[in-house]
């Protein structure tokens, strides 16, 4: 009976894994698609790629029952003259960020 709860129960891990990772996947897929319109700023993009792989990494260790450390919030300061995109881009970065990534 032990042994049929421990399989069930390993069970359980590998299905909820590989749900997470799929949802993922997805979810990669469409930042990806999001900052290929983007033209430029390849610096920033790899940061955020960097913060969303790291928020759905620990999306994916919960989803395997680990504990995950509360992670510092991003941060980031747009800086730039008048009319060159800045507050259209802050606005994309938290959208992408914060409704896509869990």
Do not use: Y
């Amino acid at each position: 009976m032990c042994k049929l709860l421990q399989w069930h129960l390993e069970e359980q891990r590998k299905r909820k894994a590989l749900e997470a990772c799929s949802k993922t996947k997805a979810k990669m897929d469409e930042l990806e698609d999001a900052l290929s319109n983007v033209v430029g700023l390849h610096d920033l993009k790899i940061q955020l790629r960097k913060w969303a792989k790291g928020m759905l990494l620990d999306e994916r260790r919960r989803a395997l029952g680990m504990k995950v450390g509360l992670r510092r919030p991003p941060h980031m300061a747009f800086l730039g003259s008048p009319g060159t995109g800045i507050g259209l881009f802050d606005c994309f970065c938290i959208i992408m960020l914060f409704h896509h990534i869990p």
